[in-house]
């Protein structure tokens, strides 16, 4: 069993920063993609940023230069800095994992989200 717990969510202004960890325990073997999604109410869910097990990483237009993702192999951890928040950056943001287990089967993984809100 593999969980995915985030942290770091909260209420901040405008032009403000957040910090958000996800945390994967549990039969781990190995993690390959960790990925933030977000959703706010009434849209679809979307990627905000992704980063390989080699550490490379990707992002959404909208956040490109504002949000850092980053990660450590050591601790299963991935986070994401989130600088020069806006108010459309409102939204409940998701970890996503694909995760092989010591089995050595791949599982995809979500965690259960944090809200992020930013006023205005």
């Known amino acids: 069993q593999v969980q995915l717990v985030e942290s770091g969510g909260g209420l901040v202004q405008a032009g403000g920063s957040l910090r958000l960890s996800c945390a994967a325990s549990?039969?781990?073997?190995?993690?390959?993609?960790m990925t933030w999604y977000r959703q706010a109410p009434g849209k679809q869910r979307e990627l905000v940023a992704t980063i390989t097990s080699g550490l490379r990483p990707n992002y959404a237009d909208s956040v490109k230069g504002r949000f850092t993702i980053s990660r450590d192999n050591a601790k299963n951890t991935v986070y994401l800095q989130m600088n020069s928040l806006k108010p459309e950056d409102t939204a409940a943001y998701y970890c996503?994992?694909?995760?092989?287990?010591?089995?050595?089967?791949?599982?995809?993984?979500w965690g259960q989200g944090t809200q992020v809100t930013v006023s205005s």
């Open positions: 996503y994992a694909e995760v092989q287990t010591v089995s050595r089967t791949w599982y995809d993984y």
């Open positions: 549990g039969t781990i073997f190995s993690i390959n993609t």
